[in-house]
């Protein structure tokens, strides 16, 4: 059988690490039509010898960059890190034939200097030949190419359930308000990592305080547990600040395995129901609201699911801009 694949280089920043299953799932779709995908860290030493030598690579595609110098402690090191990742934008300029940023957010989840974010996207965008977002946006202009969904597992499902909130808690969730608004009589499982004192106190205060039908567990979850949550689960809840992201891997991870999303009726949640009408807006997360609700059966989701972010049409749309 023919190999019709393009013979080109493609590298994907960061790494894959075994923990974000986006960037295994772009990679595979990007093997499907090139023959040379892998993941590469932003390197100025090692693009620097590859240049010496002679040698450039095709493709860079950027995932998170801008957000990588808020992993530091300290405005002084987060600054510091500021200029490494300018720096290696400067030489990836030089090293690579073409540079595509994919923007996820409009701004970190974790507290940040805006200066230097600034400065940062400033440089990003400078030397990127195209940027990318899974969503229109007005803010500046991009390609719109679909974000993949997650590759169903065999999962251990669990006795059905109503209510779920999961992923890594952080203050753009807006956990605390939703539970602000929730019926006491009514269940509701979260379960995530919340790597903040204070945010963890508040939502361990506001469940003990008397909301006893909401469980909490901060914990990192595996994804063979989380697919089986997913696989039970009547309705997952996404609060998110609209102000913050431009897409949440949580809605594509929930439809993959066929979970009502229920969406608060915003800017954000209206686009998703356009593109994918299979979800619920909600003007709060109070007992009216919720009761008014009547789930979309699994299947139908699922089925909608793959043909809205199927992997061929993902693929043919890399393609097209790669080609460009």
């Avoid at 002084?76 to 540079?99: N, Q, T």
Wanted: with cysteine; charged share 25%.
């Amino acid at each position: 059988m023919q190999d019709c694949k393009t013979d080109k280089n493609i590298c994907i920043f960061p790494k894959f690490q075994g923990d974000n299953e986006y960037l295994l799932n772009l990679s595979l779709i990007l093997k499907s039509q090139y023959t040379d995908v892998e993941f590469v860290a932003l390197s100025p030493k090692t693009m620097l010898k590859n240049l010496l030598k002679g040698r450039r690579a095709d493709v860079l595609i950027l995932n998170w960059l801008e957000d990588y110098p808020c992993l530091k402690k300290g405005v002084f090191a987060e600054g510091l890190e500021s200029l490494r990742v300018v720096l290696g934008m400067v030489i990836a300029s030089l090293y690579y034939r073409k540079i595509i940023w994919v923007r996820h957010n409009y701004k970190p989840h974790l507290e940040h200097s805006k200066f230097c974010y600034r400065i940062l996207c400033g440089a990003i965008r400078l030397f990127s030949d195209e940027i990318v977002t899974h969503r229109n946006v007005e803010e500046f202009a991009s390609h719109v190419i679909p974000h993949p969904l997650y590759k169903q597992t065999d999962a251990n499902k669990v006795d059905a359930f109503n209510y779920l909130i999961f992923g890594n808690i952080k203050p753009y969730k807006n956990i605390p308000l939703i539970l602000r608004n929730w019926a006491p009589e009514r269940e509701l499982k979260i379960i995530g990592k919340c790597k903040s004192a204070e945010l963890n106190d508040e939502i361990t205060a506001l469940i003990k305080d008397g909301l006893p039908k909401v469980t909490y567990e901060n914990r990192f979850m595996d994804v063979e547990e989380l697919n089986g949550l997913l696989s039970s689960v009547t309705f997952a809840i996404l609060g998110h600040e609209e102000e913050s992201m431009i897409v949440s891997g949580t809605f594509y991870h929930a439809i993959s395995y066929g979970a009502n999303v229920i969406l608060k009726d915003s800017a954000y949640g209206r686009s998703v129901k356009k593109e994918f009408p299979l979800v619920h807006l909600v003007r709060d997360f109070g007992d009216d609201a919720l009761s008014a609700l009547t789930p979309f059966p699994r299947e139908k989701i699922i089925a909608l699911a793959n043909h809205t972010y199927s992997d061929t049409v993902i693929a043919q749309q890399w393609q097209r801009l790669l080609e460009q």
